[in-house]
T-cell receptor
């Protein structure tokens, strides 16, 4: 168990709909990352938050948005869904930069599998 | 932006044999981390091994070891005494300042 919790584990919805994926990082971790993994593909970096602020942005579509709340949990919002958005969405967390607890490792949740029909 | 390249989409190894997975990366930085993650059919991302760039000694974790060539920007993973449970996708990753980027992955098949 990585300590990172993602909900829901599975989600099936229709094109044009909107969904929210939720992530609770490991206790004490300040950074949250979102990755998208389409079928048999690598992990595409979407966005990173650090202590509530956006830190880095990758290949995230304008239809997607995210935020990190004061309690450090994060949500990824996907709107106007298309068939191609079907994927496994991973959340990961890491410790504070430069801190002794920072091992340079990301701890991954089990992912949220989104199916768009 | 840093890029990570895994040039072997698929690899196969006989059980109990040794296999090496390749990874190269591009960076102008001198301080960073490198990782190998394993993704079995369950799709869970599992850390296999990590290497700090400032350490010259290659990391080792039981049957897993790396060959880290900093000047060549190469970071290969050697799996010794391969087991059926090693069958998975393996991703090489580069991290600096908590920004982690992944390669496309290598699918490893282990033959009994």
């Amino acid at each position: 168990d990585s300590g990172v919790t993602q909900t829901p584990k599975h989600l099936i919805t229709a094109t044009g709909q909107r969904v929210t994926l939720r992530c609770s990082p490991r206790s004490g971790d300040l950074s949250v990352y979102w990755y998208q993994q389409s079928l048999d593909q690598g992990l595409q970096f979407l966005i990173q938050y650090y202590n509530g602020e956006e830190r880095a942005k990758g290949n995230i579509l304008e239809r997607f948005s995210a935020q990190q709340f004061p309690d450090l949990h994060s949500e990824l919002n996907l709107s106007s869904l298309e068939l191609g958005d079907s994927a496994l969405y991973f959340c990961a967390s890491s410790g504070p930069t430069g801190g002794h607890t920072n091992t340079g490792e990301l701890f991954f949740g089990e992912g949220s599998r989104l199916t768009v029909l | 932006a840093q890029t990570v390249t895994q040039s072997q989409p698929e690899m196969s190894v006989q059980e109990a044999e040794t296999v090496t997975l390749s990874c190269t990366y591009d960076t102008s930085e001198s301080d960073y981390y490198l990782f190998w993650y394993k993704q079995p059919p369950s799709r869970q991302m599992i850390l296999v091994i990590r290497q700090e760039a400032y350490k010259q000694q290659n990391a080792t974790e039981n049957r897993f070891s790396v060959n880290f060539q900093k000047a060549a920007k190469s970071f290969s993973l050697k799996i010794s005494d391969s087991q059926l449970g090693d069958a998975a996708m393996y991703f090489c990753a580069y991290m600096r300042n908590n920004d982690m980027r992944f390669g496309a992955g290598t699918r490893l098949t282990v033959k009994p």
